[in-house]
């Protein structure tokens, strides 16, 4: 394949040469052929398709909801999450998956009783507001343009990629088509259990068990495609099991700092397997040409 | 629409006309249009794509495996619903659903601990060699023939077709793209955790809450698809609350004793809501031309 047309905004590398000799041996006629509809893709979201410091994108979204809740209760600000949030404790925010059982909380609480389209609107309203705090941009800007290439290459090849988030199903379903052209059945991610009264369907304050994140994520996959993925990508150590399950793996490696962030935090364990497994690690610094499409 | 050409076992009447028109107002240009990626169109499987007498498909492959633990430990006949097996309880097994519970706990322990691919290859060996008892022809034919048509012209007019089973989704999943064009990713039911150990996903024993039945269907529809559906189709009670939520509802009735069978029995309150919301109801003897292509 022509590296140079599918790709862009990759340098030639070693990473770029082995995605495509990938993609090219499972969709071409040979040994390694896979038919179109085993060709199934899985990506991490955050730190993987799109920027994920200094925050999650959808912790904005969730501060302005539970300042709107402690306004409205000034009695919440004693408990966590929101306690956290009313004294400001940076180093509460810092580390947000060792407060695993209060953030789910929190989640859960912030939106229970709305109903699923009064969520997608409260989504779409944070969408065409906020701006990401360093970059200055919407939060549609902040995806990765040569990964929108990897997807658009992966689309014109018949792969059924879908967005396999630690963040939010729901919050990613209203803007997956506009920043990667990915329709909104093909976004599996943690997600508020909905329940249908009425003839309206509603969020609980319950999180779905396993969260879509470690081992929950081959578990969602399956649960979503029934298949294991023939190539997933991911940037962290949550995203290992999935990596683990794939037939050819992608770790993103966030070492840019002048373009983006630069930090191994968090994903010790999934560059280590990557040498271990001999899966593709792809260096921001190195192989994006361009980082944003600002 | 030429309806001879696009469902040519139904015949010409007002369920015909009206699914043909609905079709037809959604996909052509005009105020009713409905651009593709929204045509989600959910489908009941048991009692709506194939038959669900004198037994659920699935109890089948059920009471085979039950068999067999029963064998490898007669202590287990004792309890429930190994003992309805054992004691050959017929008026047990006539009214599953009252028994939901013991169901549900036979069904998880059934396959607890099969890695998902040893769970499909015990389905795939069960539709390779089991028939069903009054038809006497592998379970792969006995899917309706004139809404296998129907799929087919959902599918040429660039709907999203979802399989939305009461039964096993992933009992369904391995025959789901034979059967009815439909890829597993597209099988939404009733389903076993899956949980990854050392690289692989097991069956836990725990069934996911909700069932996807009932006030279920619409909450499974929505985790996995992101919408609610435009066309819905179903046959029972357990159907009405998807149908609720659907722009474009469609009921089958079994009113065919000589060519199926026939029973309203557990489709009362459809058929109630169908007349007060002028669902569309198909009546398997006036406009079916053929039942199964057999």
Redesign the interface.
């Known amino acids: 394949m022509n590296g140079n047309e599918l790709l862009p905004n990759w340098n030639e590398g070693a990473a770029k040469a082995a995605i495509l000799e990938f993609v090219e041996s499972v969709t071409e006629p040979g040994a390694s052929y896979v038919p179109p ?1 085993d060709r ?1 893709a899985t990506f991490d979201n955050d730190g993987t398709l799109w920027c994920e410091k200094p925050q999650y994108v959808q912790v904005g979204l969730l501060l302005g909801r539970w300042k709107a809740m402690i306004e409205a209760d000034p009695a919440k600000a004693k408990e966590q999450p929101y306690k956290a949030l009313a004294e400001n404790d940076l180093s509460w925010f810092s580390n947000l998956y060792s407060h695993l059982p209060d953030l789910l909380k929190g989640i859960g609480e912030a939106y229970e009783g709305y109903t ?1 389209e009064a969520f997608e609107r409260a989504v779409l309203e944070f969408f065409a507001t906020a701006t990401h705090p360093t970059l200055g941009t919407p939060y549609t800007k902040v995806g990765y343009q040569p990964m929108r290439e990897l997807l658009d290459l992966l689309h014109a090849r018949d792969f ?1 990629v879908f967005i396999c988030s630690g963040g939010g ?2 919050f990613m ?1 209203p803007v997956s ?1 506009q920043l990667y052209g990915v ?3 093909r ?1 599996i991610g943690t ?1 508020a ?5 009425n ?1 309206d ?1 509603y969020h609980t304050k319950d999180i ?1 068990e396993p969260v879509d994140d470690g ?5 969602h996959i ?7 993925p023939l190539l997933a990508c991911g940037n962290a150590d949550g995203d290992v ?1 999935m990596l ?2 794939a037939r050819f793996s992608i770790l993103i490696r966030h070492d840019d700092a002048s373009r983006e962030f630069a930090y191994d935090t968090g994903a010790e364990k999934a560059l280590a397997e990557a040498r271990e497994r001999g899966w593709t690690v792809v260096s921001m610094q190195d192989d994006f040409k361009v980082v944003f499409d600002l």
């Open positions: 509809v199934i699923v059924l199903r729901d379903r088509e329709p909104r059945e976004v997600a259990i909905v329940e249908f009264r003839g369907l779905e081992t929950g994520k081959p578990a399956w649960m979503r495609t029934g298949r294991k099991p683990e399950t």
